[in-house]
């Protein structure tokens, strides 16, 4: 999911109580199935594997036997000639016409492989490989719609082959450009996504399956079917009504073209904050320029240096150069007692694709004029509604739980600045009278230290990453019975540093497999932190015809790189951003759903989809599993008690603030679509003003663009639909507190609670709706008091 991490936050009121669970839970819930793109997480293909794959971007799940046969499989094997055949007459005819001149023999996007061949995959195959690709899919669309039957071999099988070949490629070529960017590749697939968007929506507008899934569900084997049947079944219809399946020609025709450009549209915003965020390079020569910043931040600046041409670049010396990535931006912001540069870098960073060429602002008017189009052409009042066809909220719902946020929030995050002006006077600092906003992280980081006598560059060296994932592991095998061992070697990887991992059972036997991408590369790869799919699980897709594929997972990080011979030290942030991702993936892993189309986290709604991650990383603060991780990377030792202690104890800091920054997001994005109006008086700067103006305790920067970087809703899967962070966390707080009621000193009572874990969250998959899935985990509907004491404002909204 290009899964963005977000911070944990407090609620505030009695009646939060039962608004989260009349609010959240009596909102419609609608079974269908999400096309998830990476979560941002991006999630979506599977792809043809032996008997076993593990998860990544498109995840196929394969079975224990694969083993035996990965030896063989190793070396992707070309497809046979009739994959490519010529003779199909298609819409991309003329295209693939053109295909002649570039040879298709040897092609690594149509090969039959076992895992994708990332490491010889080049620009140059892309269009070449996704023409012959979309022609052999095409002709295979065309066949299914002349002998479809409303049956699940004569429909929804062939229909999955169909849909998994093309997320499996696509999702590959995809990948690579989200973390191995270049010139060519984004040509390429500027070039061919017109078609293949093209083809998306001949597949989702088919009359004839359309017509074929409304029977199955209009006959007599309806009430008897299964859950995951029924989700199938009416996701795939309420898919095809918002694909503009019911929609006349002329209105459908300017529907795919809406479709076109927003795709388009995306692809470009996303490449503009990477260019802008690449752009910004600031040397620095005088070490008094950068004091303060910590040893680690000061060798990742010298060796950013070094790959810049400074050949001379040291720690101690520099010359230095901070970009605004995030292990380079963020300890500045921290750390670096230089007031003007914290804002220079601060104003660089909240203004990335906002002017010249690279300017994100009509792109986004745009994208909002085009999705209220399109609203209009399904019949919605805006573009929040369509989101809410396929998730658990309602527009209603979702703004109201954010309100009461916000509200619970503001007294707290109010304090919090009283805080940091109170304690910035006391240390004589000339800006205590007006904080600004490059100040804040700055006396916040002061006053942790202060409070708790912590700081997390102190902590750093007690979390490196191989202990990390050392310990990481060892909880999975104690919560859900799993062995994860290295498998480097076994899958091509992009880079060297991925790392690949296989997935066993308590028997030994290869159930999952997931590539690992932890460091920032800023010159190649986008920022944030996502899980996606490889390939899913799936029995229709089996090789051997009985054991089901084996979903592959992928997860992707942007942490601090190793510096000179020291491993990557992480940050604690780091740390729950891994455990975080690892938690989607070991939802896509370990389901135990055969139907590919509502396995793993496909077909969960998106709101609810944040539970596993959000989950995992409450046991970075359980004693066991941190004291497990953290170990000193040179001495070996321990993190000391009292320290864990204070860990502990920081862990609410400044809740109020964080919880505001999380909700300003939210608030604007819903507002953006369902309020916005393009070409009207306001501008979107204009609505982020007023949002900020109730969600930001010191005022936003007039100049503040922080939108045109805003990828979540503009070039990810979260488009009227960031709230999902908050609706997920009142499922995974109360997710945990089962364990914590167990008895987390308790290894038999937390092992049998991550025994029923496993069987319920991550087996079921999307095969059941998500609230029925936690009520057969936790035996009651979802409450929010767990929430509120994991923030630390349990006893304060009781006394209230």
Not at 6 to 15: E, P
Not at 75 to 84: A, D, N, R, V, W
Not at 670 to 689: F, R
Not at 772 to 790: Q, T
Request: hydrophobic content about 40%; some cysteine; proline content about 5%.
């Amino acid at each position: 999911m290009h899964l963005a991490r977000t911070r944990r936050v407090g609620f505030g009121a009695l009646a939060l109580r039962v608004l989260v669970i009349v609010n959240m839970f009596t909102a419609t819930c609608i079974s269908v199935t999400r096309s998830i793109e990476p979560l941002l997480i991006r999630y979506s293909c599977p792809l043809p594997s032996p008997k076993y794959l593990s998860k990544s971007y498109p995840s196929p799940l394969w079975s224990s036997s694969f083993t035996f046969c990965f030896q063989k499989l190793r070396k992707s094997t070309s497809l046979s000639p009739t994959f490519c055949s010529s003779s199909v007459p298609s819409m991309v005819s003329e295209a693939t016409s053109m295909v002649s001149e570039v040879t298709l023999e040897g092609n690594p996007l149509l090969r039959d492989f076992v895992f994708p061949p990332f490491d010889v995959v080049e620009a140059k195959h892309v269009r070449p490989g996704i023409i012959a690709l979309l022609k052999k899919l095409e002709n295979d669309l065309v066949e299914l719609e002349k002998t479809v039957e409303p049956t699940w071999p004569k429909l929804v099988e062939p229909l999955e082959k169909i849909e998994d070949r093309l997320q499996v490629v696509w999702g590959m070529v995809n990948h690579l450009k989200s973390v191995k960017d270049s010139p060519e590749l984004r040509s390429a697939i500027e070039e061919v996504q017109p078609e293949k968007v093209k083809f998306t929506l001949k597949l989702g507008q088919s009359k004839p399956i359309y017509e074929a899934f409304r029977a199955i569900k209009q006959s007599s084997d309806w009430q008897t079917m299964s859950d995951a049947h029924k989700r199938i079944v009416e996701s795939k219809i309420k898919e095809a009504v918002l694909s503009g399946v019911s929609l006349e020609d002329n209105k459908r025709d300017h529907f795919n073209n809406i479709q076109q450009e927003l795709e388009k549209l995306s692809q470009k915003f996303d490449e503009n904050v990477l260019d802008a965020t690449k752009s910004f390079q600031k040397l620095i020569t005088d070490k008094k320029d950068i004091d303060g910043l910590p040893a680690s931040a000061l060798g990742l600046a010298a060796q950013t240096a070094l790959s810049k041409g400074h050949e001379s670049a040291t720690a101690e010396n520099g010359p230095w150069v901070i970009t605004l990535d995030g292990p380079s931006f963020l300890p500045v912001m921290q750390h670096a007692r230089d007031r003007l540069l914290r804002e220079e870098v601060y104003r660089a960073y909240i203004s990335r694709a906002s002017s010249g060429d690279l300017d994100n602002t009509p792109i986004i008017d745009q994208i909002l004029k085009l999705r209220l189009e399109k609203a209009k052409l399904l019949g919605y009042n805006n573009y929040a509604e369509v989101s809410m066809a396929m998730k658990m909220a309602t527009v209603d719902k979702a703004a109201e739980l954010l309100e009461k946020l916000r509200s619970a929030s503001w007294d707290a995050a109010v304090q919090d600045m009283e805080d940091l002006k109170n304690f910035s006077r006391e240390q004589g600092a000339a800006e205590a009278k007006d904080l600004n906003h490059w100040d804040i992280n700055f006396w916040s980081e002061r006053l942790r230290e202060s409070k708790y006598d912590i700081s997390e560059e102190e902590l750093r060296p007690f979390f490196s990453l191989p202990k990390v994932m050392d310990g990481l592991f060892s909880l999975a095998k104690m919560l859900f019975d799993i062995d994860i061992e290295p498998a480097d070697g076994l899958a091509p990887v992009w880079n060297n540093d991925v790392r690949f991992y296989c997935v066993k059972d308590s028997s030994g036997n290869p159930i999952a497999y997931f590539y690992f991408d932890p460091y920032s590369r800023p010159d190649e790869k986008r920022g944030g932190a996502w899980m996606d799919e490889v390939v899913g699980r799936s029995r229709a897709l089996s090789r051997d015809g009985t054991s089901a594929r084996l979903p592959i997972a992928h997860m992707v990080c942007n942490q601090t790189p190793p510096v000179g011979d020291k491993p990557s030290l992480m940050t604690f942030r780091e740390v729950e951003t891994v455990f975080h991702e690892f938690g989607h993936a070991l939802q896509h892993m370990l389901t135990k759903q055969d139907e590919g189309l509502v396995s793993g986290i496909r077909g969960i709604e998106w709101d609810a989809v944040e539970l596993p991650s959000q989950f995992m990383e409450n046991w970075c603060y359980q004693r066991d599993t941190l004291m497990s991780i953290a170990k000193h990377y040179e001495s070996g030792e321990s993190l000391p008690e009292e320290v864990y202690l204070k860990l502990l104890a920081a862990r609410t800091f400044r809740a109020g603030s964080l919880s505001l920054r999380q909700i300003r997001f939210a608030t604007l994005d819903l507002e953006l679509h369902t309020k916005y109006v393009p070409g009207g008086a306001e501008s979107i700067y204009d609505y982020d003003q007023r949002v900020g103006k109730r969600t930001q305790v010191i005022p936003l920067l007039p100049e503040d663009r922080f939108l045109c970087s805003f990828s979540h809703i503009f070039a990810g899967g979260y488009a009227a639909g960031y709230y999902s962070y908050k609706w997920a966390e009142v499922l995974s707080a109360d997710a945990f507190s089962a364990f914590e009621e167990a008895g987390l000193d308790n290894n038999k009572a937390v092992k049998e609670t991550g025994h029923k874990f496993r069987e319920t969250i991550l087996a079921l998959g999307g095969g059941k709706p998500p609230l029925e899935v936690f009520v057969e985990f936790r035996g009651r509907e979802p409450s929010p008091e767990a929430l509120l004491r994991h923030n630390g404002l349990l006893a304060a909204t009781a006394s209230a």
